[in-house]
């Protein structure tokens, strides 16, 4: 028996997930706060419904998995294995606030460590585009290759800020650097429009927990980008667990990394 997950089955749990959240309008009852997940944050109906129909999914599949999920934190499904990431829906204020502009992610890794993610999937359900990547074999936009930018002219940023009085002051220098910023609110959406070559960097001066960024960093990372923590540090040894870690950066390719870098030690 096959213990790796694929990606058509991680395609299928997408295709369930879309036909349940591309409502567009929730209705009150999926938007009422259910109270805190195991991660702390606010728990809202959709998020459940979102992760008990991927850890079904997942639960059929028969094969032996190990989920970290916002809701429901750490759990073993037909006996633990590989760890799955999981955010059911990454950007549940812009849902909840009928802003459409949210995710699933899901990361596969069979070690304990970042580093060790072989399979990686975001689905944008309003849309039905999808992202994934293999170990090896690329990041993937609807079936069509991903690459990160190629020059070092910064024209986007792409930024995340849990307290903006005290966090965006922080991370001024770099946006000045930038012929635009966005702030979307959703990384695991962020991190997949700088694979594909939208931005050329994402920054964010939060403490986060893994299974928000893990897809997404593959993702930039099989596209030829790079991911660090904010002052330039490898990730690669960072624990897949309900932690907070240490705030992110990435960037499209590593003359932008070192620009980037030059100007936070300013």
Known sequence: ?????????????????????????LSAREIKPLGRGAAGDRTFQMDQTAEEIIISSLRDSSIPLTVVSEEIGLVDLNGGGHRVLIDPVDGSKNA?????????????????????????????PLTG?????????????????MKT?????????????????RELPLILPVLSLANRTRCFGSTALDLAFLSKGAASVY??????????????????????????TIDGHDISGVELSMKRTDPLLACANERILERVLREMER
């Open 203 to 228: 920054i964010n001066p939060s403490t986060t927990r893994s299974f928000d960024y893990a897809a997404g960093v593959h993702m930039v990372r099989e596209s030829g980008g790079l991911v660090t």
């Open 149 to 165: 930018q190629e020059d070092e002219e910064i024209r986007v940023v792409l930024y995340e800020t849990q307290s903006p009085k």
């Open 129 to 145: 585009d999808e992202y994934w990547a293999e170990e090896g074999r690329g990041a993937y936009f609807n079936g069509m290759r």
């Open 96 to 124: 909840v606030s009928g802003i459409p502009l949210f995710c699933t992610s899901i990361a596969v890794t069979d070690s304990e460590t970042i580093s060790g993610i072989y399979l990686s999937y975001i689905i944008n």
């Open 1 to 25: 028996m096959n213990n790796r997950l694929t990606l058509e089955i991680l395609r299928d749990i997408g295709r369930r997930l879309s036909d349940y959240l591309r409502k567009g309008r």
